[in-house]
Nanobody, 125 residues
């Protein structure tokens, strides 16, 4: 079992940057493939980025590729999402997710069995 807590969300102007963090406790993060998802009220949860257990492989949604970077520091039991050139359409609640059976990254939310509570990111025009 692992507990995930996101932080770093907030209000930012379009074109700005923000870094989200996900702190894991209860288990070592190295045992989990990790991902970031986001959700707007009334819409389905959307894949953002994912990273393998060791951090050697990553995957990104086309909408964020080139602007967002997912990374992990297993020694710190932390996952990060660095966001640049933010757009109003990036506004959403961002969720950290983990899988104790995946090794590589995955864009499918059903592959993840642990979720954080979410952190709000709002991008102003």
């Amino acid at each position: 079992q692992v507990q995930l807590v996101e932080s770093g969300g907030g209000l930012v102007q379009a074109g700005g940057s923000l870094r989200l963090s996900c702190a894991a406790s209860g288990r070592t993060l190295s045992s989990y493939a990790m991902g970031w998802f986001r959700q707007v009220p009334g819409k389905e949860r959307e894949f953002v980025a994912s990273i393998s257990r060791t951090g050697d492989r990553s995957d990104y949604a086309d909408s964020v590729k080139g602007r967002f970077t997912i990374s992990r520091d297993n020694a710190k039991n932390s996952l990060y999402l660095q966001m640049y050139s933010l757009k109003p359409e990036d506004t959403a609640v961002y969720y950290c997710a983990g899988s104790d059976w995946l090794v590589g990254p995955s864009a499918a939310s059903i592959h993840y069995n642990y979720w954080g509570q979410g952190t709000q990111v709002t991008v102003d025009s």
